[in-house]
Structures are given as C-alpha cells and as structure tokens.
C-alpha cells in the first residue's frame, strides 16, 4: 500500500550535467512534469562552459556545483545534501558510484535511488563484481530500463526483487506530435526512401555500420544522419563513404533541438547501436509512427522492437542481414496509427508519472 506522505516531497537528483543525451533527456522530462504540489524539486550538476541543451521548468530549484568533474565535489555535495535533507535522492550516471561510497555521511532519513542507464558490455571480473553488489546495496531502490536489465542486476547482484524496478523512458508523446508538425529545412525527396538516424557520431551508436549496409542497397535513398559530432568523428564517417556511390545519398544534419519535424518525413528508422540502455530516439520515431530496423543488441532495444509490427530485428553485426532487414521493411504494410498507440501506451509521460510517483512513495 501506498505510504501517506505529506507533500511537498524534497527530491534532489544528481546528474553531470544538462547536455543533449539520453538520461539527461529522460530525467529533464520527468522533472519538468512533476508537480510542484507533491514535490520540491532540486537539481544538481557541475560548472560548465557549455549551454545546457535541455530547458527545465522555473520551479526547478537548481544548484551548481563548483568543480568540472564529480569526484572533486564531496565536500560541496555533502554540504548541499545535509542543508537540503532531502526525503529522496536520485543519483544517474557517475554520481551513482559516487553516493554510493559517499553514503555512510549522508542524513539516515534521506532515502537513496539511483536510475541505471547502461550495463556492462563484457563480464565482469570477480573482484569487481563483488564490489558491483556492495555499493548497488547502498541503495534503497534501483531503478532499470527494461525487463532484461532487471534480470541481469538480480543475477548478476543477486539483489532483492522488491528493491528493483523496471522504469520506462517517458515520452512527452503531445510535445513530440506537435513539434513534428513544424517545418525543416532540408529537401525532402519524393520519389525514394528517407532513412533516419538520430544520435550522436560515438563509435557505439554504430553509424559505420548502417553505412556498410546502405552501401550494399540496390535502390536509391537518403539517408540523414542528426546529432552532434566532433571534427574527428565526422571525418571518421566520411572518409568511409566519400569514395562511393552513397556518398551523395548521406546528409550528416548536425545536432538538431526538434528532431520530430525531420522523423516526420522518415520512411525508416535505423538503429545501429553496439550497445543501449533504452533508446530514446527510437522510441521518438515510434511516436511519429516510424518503423525502425535494428540490430538485436539485448536489453531495451528487443523489448522495444516487435518483429513485423513497429519494424525488424536482425542478427548482431550481421552486415548483408541488416541490408537485407531494409529491403524487406520497404516492402511491408507497417501501421503508422497502430506503432503510435504502442509507444504511448507504454512510454507517455503522464503514465511513467504515476509510476513514480507510487514507488517513490513506497519507498519513504
């Protein structure tokens, strides 16, 4: 049952920064939905010299810490935390570690949760597996992406069920459908597919590999390519294609702030990834009603791909099937309206509110 707990409650979340990036994405658009009748809302992040990428709600009380990295700010961060006493703290990315061991001076009524975003990639070594278990337990609650990551953390760290959770990323599904309306600048060709990608040029957001597989397309296409990239990432990808025929089929977009308007006109949507937490951008296509061609990587991306419904799973780094995954999703009868209801069903913001909401409670 649902503790009763007298609202506002004081919820301080802990993230590097508010840089274009998929936990930052997801847990900006929880805090700027969550209402400031049940909660007191602090975040924390580090100096920086860039301009955050995300915009949050004006009853967002927001507190900078004054270094460039996390493990230099113990002190402040103990500081912020024993002036606060927050109810509730939620630590992603590489502040999970660090409350973690910061844990021992931290106030006996704050309740710690950390959000996960990405497991492992390879096995883990013994002794640091063990100290994997150790500081996970230091948490009161984890929160994971998908079916699969809860499974993976109850064997791997052999945790207690009822402390672990499957949160989907949220979706502003209404924003999304009206943004996408808005107009691009690109020409858009009528008379052969668009192919879509959105993410940053990583080497683990896979591009070169979509790149191999394009290139082996018999049909004419293109294909845009929008996220933020380095010099050397960019010449990492062109100098792959600037010698071939696809080279005038690839539009690297750069960084975009509505990448809606731009999937609108997508005929597919295609996933490279080596490895994903929980792909928000795929998720994003869904919602404008885009099928999506993906690798079958595990974790979230298998739970968010239904073969022959919203799009294709192909083997892992199976260059001529994934080719091969495109050409048949050209040929099949997706329903835009049908992909549309699935994501919102089970990504709309208002939904993964409640969510919230109900297991932050319990847990207080």
């Known amino acids: 049952m649902m503790n009763t707990i007298k609202a506002p409650i004081r919820l301080l979340v802990l993230m590097p920064n508010l840089y274009a990036g998929g936990t930052e994405k997801v847990i900006s658009t929880l805090l700027n939905h969550l209402s400031p009748v049940l909660w007191e809302v602090h975040l924390a992040y580090l100096t920086t010299d860039k301009p955050s990428f995300f915009t949050l709600s004006p009853a967002i009380q927001q507190h900078i810490l004054p270094q460039r990295r996390v493990r230099y700010t113990a002190w402040q961060l103990i500081d912020l935390i024993r002036q606060l006493r927050p109810q509730l703290l939620l630590s992603v990315l590489d502040f999970t570690w660090y409350i973690a061991l910061l844990s021992p001076f931290l106030p006996k009524e704050t309740k710690l949760v ?189 739970e968010a791909v239904l073969n022959g419904f919203n799009g294709l799973l192909v083997e892992n780094n199976n260059i001529a099937a994934y080719t091969h995954g495109i050409q048949q999703a050209l040929t099949m009868p997706f329903d835009a309206t049908s992909i549309q209801t699935f994501v919102k069903n089970k990504h709309d913001i208002n939904r993964c509110l409640l969510q919230f909401t109900k297991e932050a409670m319990n847990n207080l």
């Open 114 to 302: 950390t959000r996960i975003s990405h497991l492992p990639s390879t096995p883990l070594a013994w002794g640091k597996a063990l100290l994997h278990r150790l500081l996970y337990r230091r948490f009161q609650h984890i929160i994971v992406q998908s079916e699969w990551m809860k499974t993976f953390f109850l064997q791997q760290y052999a945790l207690d069920t009822s402390n672990i959770s499957v949160w989907y990323n949220p979706l502003d599904y209404s924003f999304i459908q009206q943004q996408s309306q808005l107009p691009i600048t690109l020409p858009i060709p009528k008379d052969r597919p668009i192919f879509v990608t959105v993410g940053r040029l990583a080497s683990v957001k896979g591009h070169d590999r979509i790149l191999k597989a394009l290139a082996l397309l018999p049909c004419d296409f293109v294909y845009w390519i929008i996220g933020r990239f380095t010099p050397q990432e960019y010449d990492r990808l062109w100098q792959q294609i600037a010698h071939t025929p696809i080279a005038n089929k690839v539009v690297f977009v750069g960084e975009q702030a509505n990448p809606y308007a731009f999937l609108r006109h997508a005929t597919l949507y295609l996933q490279g990834s080596h490895a994903e937490g929980y792909p928000n951008a795929l998720l994003e296509a869904q919602a404008c009603g885009k099928p999506c061609v993906a690798y079958a990587i595990g974790g979230g991306t298998n």
